[in-house]
């Protein structure tokens, strides 16, 4: 039984066969029941105010175990030169004369490299999200961290679990990381906010069963072997245009700004919406919104800011056939363990995992890429 799919999920149920029911055909229903993810969205319910060790967040700084230093990648000076140069557009010799370059990073001198942190996107409690899905750890905490360099077009994640005895140091102790966002996007999260999770699931977008993503195919096909194969054709034929069939959902009539600002004002699906609430929401509603917000009504499912266990979307080579080629093994067997808006240009950036790795509670190869 695969724990990832929503159809074992029993708590999804009734959100699976909704989705289901949209579709004409019970052999199509069937096929793309084979990519709705058993999922996780997560919410802003409050801004972090580090009150409580090891909460699930999203931004600021994370709780670290005792012992355990920020994370930093160490960069040798020639690289960091370079670095520069890039940026500016001047010759290294050019930099060293006019920049005060180095006085903006942290020296580690038995290395012999600059300490430059990684950006901390969130920190995960899984006590607080067992009840939702059966294949994170039971107990502990994952913390995400990113290290990506303007100048260079690998990002490298990195996901690191603390056990639940561990002892932990609040983030508000932290001091705030050293660098130069010249040359360093590292700080995007600057606000923090404390995380909600609700069971949901996550459909790909169809038009990715295609011939550039090989393993999506062969699993379409799995779950059509009975049947002759021009009826197989004709079930992956239909596959492309099925969008244009589906019933328009909640998150889909929305602009995407409209969704950053539900997340960030506290408002969790299937919560009841009150007067209160409505009167106190600042004038950004679009049109849409104020149509689909109703007062004392239970707010509807909308994307979250993060997710656990969704889709990357590209409408090309799907980001688990990137995992595959960097990391090793087959596209079919990696997953999205983790999915954050970036930013406010609707950048979402993906944590992919091997399947085995995470069964194993292994998470040192993590493979990150942005949606495209």
Not at 80 to 97: I, K, W
Not at 102 to 111: N, P, R, T, V, Y
Not at 209 to 233: F, G, T
Not at 263 to 273: E, R, T
Request: aromatic share 12%; net charge negative; charged share 25%.
């Amino acid at each position: 039984m695969d724990m990832l799919l929503a159809e074992n999920s029993p708590i999804r149920q009734r959100l699976l066969e909704q989705k289901l029911a949209q579709f004409k055909d019970p052999k199509l229903a069937n096929v793309l029941s084979a990519f709705i993810r058993s999922s996780v969205d997560l919410y802003p319910c409050a801004n972090e105010d580090y009150a409580q060790l090891g909460n699930s967040r999203l931004g600021g700084l994370p709780d670290l175990p005792v012992g355990m230093d920020y994370p930093v990648t160490l960069v040798g000076r020639e690289e960091m030169l370079d670095a520069y140069a890039e940026e500016f557009d001047h010759t290294r010799e050019y930099v060293e004369e006019h920049y005060c370059w180095s006085q903006d990073w942290d020296w580690d001198e038995a290395a012999q490299a600059f300490r430059v942190p990684m950006q901390f996107i969130a920190q995960l409690n899984c006590s607080d999200l067992k009840a939702f899905q059966s294949y994170l750890p039971r107990e502990g905490r994952l913390l995400f961290f990113l290290e990506r360099w303007r100048f260079s077009e690998m990002l490298r994640g990195h996901v690191y679990y603390v056990a639940e005895d561990q002892q932990l140091n609040s983030g508000k102790a932290i001091a705030e990381p050293k660098f130069d966002d010249a040359v360093c996007a590292n700080y995007e999260y600057e606000e923090a906010y404390q995380l909600q999770g609700i069971a949901s699931i996550k459909m790909i977008a169809t038009d990715m069963v295609n011939s550039d993503n090989p393993h999506l195919v062969k699993l379409a096909k799995a779950r059509l072997q009975a049947l002759p194969e021009p009826q197989q054709a004709m079930v992956l034929e239909a596959l492309e245009v099925v969008d244009d069939e589906l019933a328009p959902e909640w998150q889909d009539q929305l602009y995407f700004f409209d969704l950053m600002k539900m997340n960030k004002h506290g408002l969790i699906p299937g919560q009841i919406l009150t007067q209160a609430q409505w009167s106190a929401l600042p004038d950004w509603q679009s049109s849409n919104l104020q149509v689909l917000l109703v007062p004392e009504q239970q707010l509807p499912y909308y994307n979250g800011i993060a997710s656990i266990n969704g889709h990357g979307d590209s409408r090309y080579k799907a980001p688990e056939l990137h995992a595959a080629a960097e990391l090793g093994g087959n596209a079919e067997d990696y997953l999205v363990l983790f999915k954050a808006v970036y930013s406010e240009h609707s950048m979402q950036l993906n944590f992919i995992i091997h399947r085995d790795y995470l069964a194993l509670g292994k998470f040192d190869h993590i493979y990150c890429i942005y949606d495209n």
